[in-house]
T-cell receptor, first 117, second 112 residues
């Protein structure tokens, strides 16, 4: 079956440090890949996504590249801010939008990021 | 602004009670989902619905049921609440041809 593995947290950084959160997946075909973020007290919101190999998703200074050869989708940001403190989830959706997949997502366990001033 | 709302942010119930969690979306999405979120386990899919009155089990359906009588509303039911159902419950909705899901703020349920 499908699965997503994220690096274990929590991750603690100082403001302006470089961030990497590793994510690898197991799936057949070419799934769509996502990073969601959950700020304290809120639900999840989509941060970025990529739907095919070598695509790069980006948003709010965060980037992730869909690497089919290493089955990875690592999240990076060059300079983190205190406001980036949140829980980050990597997720995949089976190959092909719609159809019998119904847009179901498989999530990783989440990585807690804390950024100190 | 798109919105998914959940009926309660916090809920405390006793063992054996029947519990209803409601979710409403205003985006005319076909698909709706219920997850539970536990530390170290990420989000796990309980049930989902791809149309009115249509539902399918997710990865952890035991002890739960769902109801979708209208397109915009998806209810999660705990028939007889147990302490191991203490958790954060998240509702989400999504369109048929786009895999992005939109989430509600969550309901933190405590079963005593």
């Amino acid at each position: 079956g499908n699965s997503v593995t994220q690096m274990e947290g929590p991750v603690t950084l100082s403001e302006e440090a470089f961030l990497t959160i590793n994510c690898t997946y197991t799936a057949t075909g070419y799934p769509s890949l996502f990073w969601y973020v959950q700020y304290p007290g809120e639900g999840l919101q989509l941060l970025l996504k990529a739907t095919k190999a070598d695509d790069k998703g980006s948003n709010k200074g965060f980037e992730a590249t869909y690497r089919k050869e290493t089955t990875s989708f690592h999240l990076e940001k060059g300079s983190v801010q205190v406001s980036d403190s949140a829980v980050y989830f990597c997720a995949l959706s089976p190959a092909g939008a719609g159809g019998t997949s119904y847009g179901k997502l498989t999530f990783g366990q989440g990585t807690i990021l804390t950024v100190h001033p | 602004d798109v919105k998914v709302t959940q009926s309660s942010r916090y809920l405390v119930k006793r063992t054996g009670e029947k519990v209803f969690l409601e979710c409403v979306q205003d985006m005319d999405h076909e698909n709706m989902f219920w997850y539970r979120q536990d530390p170290g386990l990420g989000l796990r899919l309980i049930y989902f619905s791809y149309d009115v009155k249509m539902k399918e089990k997710g990865d952890i359906p035991e002890g739960y049921s769902v109801s979708r009588e209208k397109k915009e509303r998806f209810s999660l039911i705990l028939e007889s609440a147990s302490t191991n159902q203490t958790s954060m419950y998240l509702c989400a909705s999504g369109g048929s041809w786009d895999n992005e899901q939109f989430f509600g703020p969550g309901t933190r349920l405590t079963v005593l």
